[in-house]
């Protein structure tokens, strides 16, 4: 049995996943098409105490977002809104808002999985399960999935881990759900860990 599915994404982490920049994440929110979340300590808005997850405008911390990275790294937000709550809320005290970080701007596993389905980001296949024109799982596209996760984010720290997480991989491109058996990946990841020289890796 596999982990959850990813509660968050960052969105330079999500910005690499979808080859594009921060400043096109920011546009897709600004439409509706999805929303950054933050977390914040205790703040007033009005009589009203909130802390925790919260949506935030790009629009408001524009410079944040620009598509050369030029921009700051932090800003100061003055309206915020609950998820879930249909209106935005200004922030009273502390007066100057509240700083947050790029680094620390997110969107929700949920939304970032159906963005990638209604845009067909990588490709989906109806058929189901991952499976390709011949029947089979998308091996070749298993492949293209390692070389990004070696090249953007170094290796595992298990092979565990890895299997885990191409069967997520395979998952989240299934109609329902599906994915391929440990031993089968394992077998088909058995000549990269040895290319990589991924000794004794740990169960």
Known sequence: MGLPQRVFYH??????????????????????????????????CGEERVAGLISVDPTDI?????????????????????????DWLYITAPEDGVLVSIGDMMILGQDVHNFEMTNDLFGRVAGGAGLDNGGDYDWAGMNVEITRRVFEEGLPKSQGEWIRELQ??????????????????????APVLKALKFKHPKR
Request: charged share 25%.
């Open 11 to 44: 969105v330079h982490e999500t910005a690499a996943r979808w080859g594009c920049t921060v400043c096109d994440i920011a546009g897709w929110t600004t439409m509706g098409m999805l929303k950054i979340v933050t977390g914040i300590p205790p703040v007033l």
């Open 62 to 86: 524009l410079p944040m977002f620009r598509r050369y990275g030029t921009g700051p790294q932090e800003a100061r937000v003055l309206r915020i809104k609950q998820l879930g709550a249909p």
């Open 168 to 189: 997520d991989w395979f998952s989240l491109r299934s109609e329902d759900g599906s994915f391929p058996d440990e031993k089968t990946i394992r077998l088909r990841l």
